[in-house]
């Protein structure tokens, strides 16, 4: 079955320090993967897409990879800081043309 | 942009009792979505509409959950009758276009709670 996995376990990092979360995926074919960020008691909101040609994709401190070979994404946070605390999710979207997300992973970033 | 605009923001019934929400999404965006989040889990889909017509639907559980979207515009979620496992947030996406890169814009969610 197709399954979309997000470490559960929460990202504790330093403030100023890079966060990589990881998004890995089985039995699916994307073409295209998105990263949302969500906040308690808030929506996700769309930060990047990437799409199955592309390597990497860059937004002000944000980074993110795509490796269809390994089928998982790297999303990297530079210069973090306790703003940027937050729930993660990745979302992959594919013949279905509706996205799937996983279930997140949690970045707390202290100061 | 005004974004998504979903009512209420909190719920709370007793099982078998029914629950409706709505959803307003961002003016102009065809698609719209309606997704189940429960705590400690990704959204899952419910239903995927293009302008006033349903897309996908293979998720939802349709012997309690119904849903339209009258004029392809606002939309409602109805639950009847609740059960205890459908406490979750209930969150409405909107997108400009159906395609696959067309990012989600999502409102902040009904909670509902079933006792």
């Known amino acids: 079955s197709q399954k979309i996995e997000q470490n559960s376990e929460a990202l504790n990092i330093q403030e100023g320090k890079t966060a990589t979360l990881t998004c890995n995926y089985t039995?699916?074919?994307?073409?295209?993967l998105q990263w949302y960020r969500q906040d308690p008691g808030r929506g996700p909101v769309f930060l990047l897409l990437?799409?199955?040609?592309?390597k990497e994709k860059r937004k002000e401190r944000l980074k993110v990879t795509f490796d269809t070979t390994l089928k998982q994404s790297l999303f990297h946070i530079t210069a973090s800081q306790p703003a940027d605390s937050a729930t993660y999710l990745c979302a992959l979207s594919g013949g279905s043309y509706i996205p799937t997300f996983g279930r997140g992973t949690s970045l707390i970033v202290h100061p | 942009e005004a974004g998504v605009a979903q009512s209420p923001r909190y719920k709370i019934i007793e099982k078998r009792q029914s629950v409706a929400f709505w959803c307003n999404p961002i003016?102009?965006?065809?698609?719209l979505y309606w997704y189940q989040q429960i705590l400690g889990q990704g959204p899952k889909l419910l239903i995927q509409?293009?302008?006033?017509?349903?897309?996908?639907d293979s998720q939802l559980p349709k012997d309690r959950f119904s849903a339209e979207r009258l004029k392809g515009v606002d939309s409602t979620l109805k639950i009847q009758p609740a059960k205890l496992e459908d406490s979750a947030v209930y969150l409405c996406?909107?997108?400009?276009?159906?395609?696959?890169?067309?990012?989600?814009?999502f409102g902040n969610g009904t909670r509902l709670t079933v006792t």
């Open positions: 509409f293009q302008n006033n017509g349903v897309v996908d």
């Open positions: 039995n699916y074919s994307p073409a295209y």
């Open positions: 003016s102009g965006h065809a698609t």
């Open positions: 990437i799409r199955e040609n592309e």
């Open positions: 996406a909107s997108s400009l276009a159906g395609s696959i890169d067309s990012p989600l814009h």
